[in-house]
Nanobody, 122 residues
Framework: QVQLVESGGGLVQAGGSLRLSCAHS????????VGWFRQAPGKEREFVATISYSGARTNYADSVKGRFTISRDNAKVYLQMNNLKPEDTAVYYC?????????????????WGQGTQVTVSS
């Protein structure tokens, strides 16, 4: 069973940084494409960033381009978030698809974590 676990969320001031991690509980994520999504209070979940299972391709939402970077090693996928803004406040979810590419669509991903809260104060 695939269990994705996010970590690294927290409270940070505007302009600060956080690094989120996504892990496959007890196993490696090396064969999975991973997408990061977020959901702010009262809003629908939205795409943030994705990386293919090989790591060769990435894609970002326009709202985070130049500020967020997705990367991976054999075990985990990371979302480095710099120059955070109050509008980045949300619950961040990682999602996975075996041998997947890059997609901004929620339905593309088969597995989801429980989310980690990111709060950016002004």
């Amino acid at each position: 069973q695939v269990q994705l676990v996010e970590s690294g969320g927290g409270l940070v001031q505007a302009g600060g940084s956080l690094r989120l991690s996504c892990a496959h509980s007890g196993r490696t994520l090396s064969n999975y494409a991973v997408g990061w999504f977020r959901q702010a209070p009262g809003k629908e979940r939205e795409f943030v960033a994705t990386i293919s299972y090989s790591g060769a391709r990435t894609n970002y939402a326009d709202s985070v381009k130049g500020r967020f970077t997705i990367s991976r090693d054999n075990a985990k996928v990371y979302l480095q978030m710099n120059n955070l803004k109050p509008e980045d406040t949300a619950v961040y979810y990682c999602s996975g698809r075996m041998y997947g590419g890059t997609s901004s669509q929620e339905y593309y991903y088969d597995y989801w974590g429980q989310g980690t809260q990111v709060t950016v104060s002004s």
